[in-house]
């Protein structure tokens, strides 16, 4: 697979039952090992399936929706198939499955020869009873996925019927179409539908190379309310009175429910908007302790600060914005925004500058209160999940060449949002040394405060920090000459 990715730019891959979550497997695997994003022309990978079951739970759809592989999978499902929707049920309790794989698998396989399935009208119709209880009761459910650990569609999942055939890529409505039309069917075509795919398939092909005509009398004047009444056609289900009024509140809700990240995405922008005062009045108060007489520069004044108005101010907006943060990853990992809503630049940006800006203050705070004594330091034990989020953002990102030029002069700020609290683990270790006397315990010290001292000098000679690291009075300059002294009596 690796070799057949360095020589083609697209692979598909297909399976049909069992084969298509083994070929849904491959493709996760084949995605997970493309190139980076910043690679120019990465292989584009498609996943075609025919009445596959299901691969995982709610977990795995939400982790390739942020990942933005949806589109990299499509299941064909006919309208009758139990196979997609074994799963749905807890299968231990029907004691015939084996049988029924085995008499799918030797109906592929030898598809002229006439088998005769050993199951009795009376089990059949159990199995079709049976899936359509489980699957009822989360097709009634209005959650966006089940919370526990039941499996889940993911992906795109086009549904075929003799009339046509429609698209559907958000995952509740998946459940609930699926649930419609296997109410539709019967005990039999549950079963037989399932090796009719190379029919369905070809019948769509012909559909739509004929051009076919698939509405019959007028169109609904809005285009909307017409692709609606196409697609129910397409399923079969517009003459079901029985259901056709709930497949077509179902087509509806996809759409509905597909335009509701955006929406929220530009209520996110708006709200942005509005705390964006929060910041820049934190932004004030860095260039006010920046250029103040004491030079002790942002870190340290906040650090060490006293109970005033300004203080308590910029305390109270470092709390707003994290709680905008925390709403935002909340949101995301509920599938509530846009699945691509972690790689858009303006969002990228936007939390690499918050993080920037404000993890100084966080960490400033963390020794401030002594908690390093109480949990242990803070790249261990006080990071908050947030900012491991947004690094994480950061590096996905696509790095354009002006990233890649030199700084004439100080960042506005520091470029290693941790820079202050690996300040404060180095210096814990000058104090250690000072008072060690075992030599391989010391050696070991001096090798991190040394590596510290390498890793700090780099970002200071490329001007990756900002001026309050280099201020006269600042804990990073003050720890330079402590080392210095230290080490000079050392030597």
Known sequence: MLALMEQSKSIIITGHGIGGAIASLCALWLLCN???????????VLCITFGSPLLGNASLSRAVLRERWGGNFCHVVSKHDIMPR?????LPSFSHLHGLLHYWHLSMASP???LVFQLR???????????????????LDEQEAPTSTSFWPLGSYLFCSQEGAMCIDNAVSVVKMMHLMLMTGSPSSCIEDHLMY???????????????????GDLPESSYEAGVALALQSSGMDIQESVAGAAKDCLKMARRMGRTPNLNSAKLAIRLSEINPYRAQIEWYKASCDESDDQMGY?????????????????LNRYKLASFWNRVIDMLEKNELPHDFHRRAKWVNT???????????EIAEYYRNGMHRVNGHYLSHGRERRFEIFDRWWRERRVSEEENNQRSKFASLTQDSCFWARVEEAKEWLDEARQESDRKVLALLWEKINGFERYARKLVESKEVSKDVVARNSSYSKWVKEYSALKSQMM
């Open 34 to 44: 493309l190139p980076a994003v910043s690679s120019p022309s990465p292989t584009q």
């Open 86 to 90: 074994l799963l749905f049920a807890p």
């Open 112 to 114: 002229s020869d006439n």
């Open 121 to 139: 009208n009376e089990d059949k119709a159990e199995l079709l009873r049976f899936v359509l209880l489980h699957l009822q009761v989360l097709a």
């Open 198 to 216: 190379g029919d369905y398939v070809g019948n769509v092909c012909v559909q739509f190379l004929k051009q076919r005509s698939f509405m019959q």
């Open 299 to 315: 870190y340290d004044c906040f650090k060490q600060r006293e109970t005033s108005r300004r203080d308590s101010t910029v305390d």
């Open 351 to 361: 939390s690499q500058f918050y993080k920037l800006l404000v993890e100084p203050l």
